[in-house]
């Protein structure tokens, strides 16, 4: 009975060592090296990952392992020149002009590409494809400070557009990124209002448009107000004081942008 009981906690001990090998494995940073000529194939095909351009040498290795600790993205590196790092870009519609850079993927292809010397926007951009936030450089939207801005511009004859959202919001945090999208290309005014950020009584004056929100910008399939709960991401057209036209939710920038080319807000 002993020699059993023995045997069993022998075999528990063992398994739980393996068990914390493995994480401690698993846990374990390394840059793994590519051929220049493999890449697109060995590189991650889920999550984020990072690639460097030249020999590996420690400064290189400690930032990238701060970015392995910060987002833990796998980091790689491959000893390129600018023709090869350009030729292998060039399919993803970036280019860069120097041969020693970091390469940003996403699910196994390119997405960006940034100077080694620019810590603060290998960052950035880390947090923009991982977590949709964008940098503040490149924010396009319009958030007006006071509702009256905003109630002025519903009020003129042209259309104004405009989104709600809310914090802790998943689809708004994915929309967001494509509203920004469309106001850079197209070079349009387009407010963003989030709830959870904004004044509450500067809110509560927008919200006192009391605009009708019709059915198919619902959840419910029933018409519903501003005054009342809305879906969000909702984005509002309006023109002249009164409410043209609406998107539930999170929806592609193609669907955006029929809607934009239906009024000549956008025109090609």
Do not use: W
């Not at 022998?10 to 060592?17: D, F, M």
């Not at 100077?115 to 940098?135: A, G």
């Not at 519903?154 to 405009?162: C, E, F, G, I």
């Amino acid at each position: 009975m002993k020699k059993n009981v023995y045997l069993v906690v022998t075999v528990i001990a063992v398994l739980l060592l393996l068990v914390i090998l493995i994480i401690s494995k698993k846990d374990t940073f390394s840059v793994i090296e590519l051929d220049n000529g493999d890449i697109l194939k060995k590189v991650e095909t889920s999550g984020a990952s990072i690639l460097y351009t030249k020999e590996l040498n420690n400064s290189i290795e400690e930032r990238l392992e701060s970015y392995y600790k910060e987002f833990r993205i796998s980091a790689y590196y491959s000893v390129m020149d600018l023709e090869s790092i350009n030729n292998m870009l060039a399919d993803y519609e970036l280019s860069t002009e120097s041969d020693a850079v970091f390469i940003i993927f996403m699910n196994g292809e390119p997405v960006d590409v940034v100077s080694t010397v620019d810590n603060n926007r290998v960052v950035e951009l880390l947090n923009k494809h991982l977590y949709n936030i964008i940098p503040e450089s490149e924010i396009s939207y319009k958030v007006l400070s006071k509702a009256n801005q905003y109630i002025k511009k519903v009020n003129s004859k042209d259309y104004t557009v405009a989104v709600f959202g809310i914090d802790n919001c998943t689809y708004c945090d994915l929309y967001l990124p494509v509203v920004n999208d469309i106001a850079n290309k197209y070079n349009l005014d387009i407010y963003y209002f989030n709830r959870d950020q904004y004044d509450e009584d500067e809110y509560e004056k927008i919200m006192d448009l009391d605009f009708e929100i019709p059915a198919k910008c619902t959840t419910t399939g029933y018409s519903t107000s501003m005054t009342k709960s809305f879906p969000k991401p909702m984005t509002i057209i309006t023109k002249n004081g009164k409410f043209v036209d609406c998107i539930r939710g999170y929806v592609t920038e193609d669907t955006v942008l029929d809607m934009l080319r239906e009024y000549k807000i956008v025109k090609e």
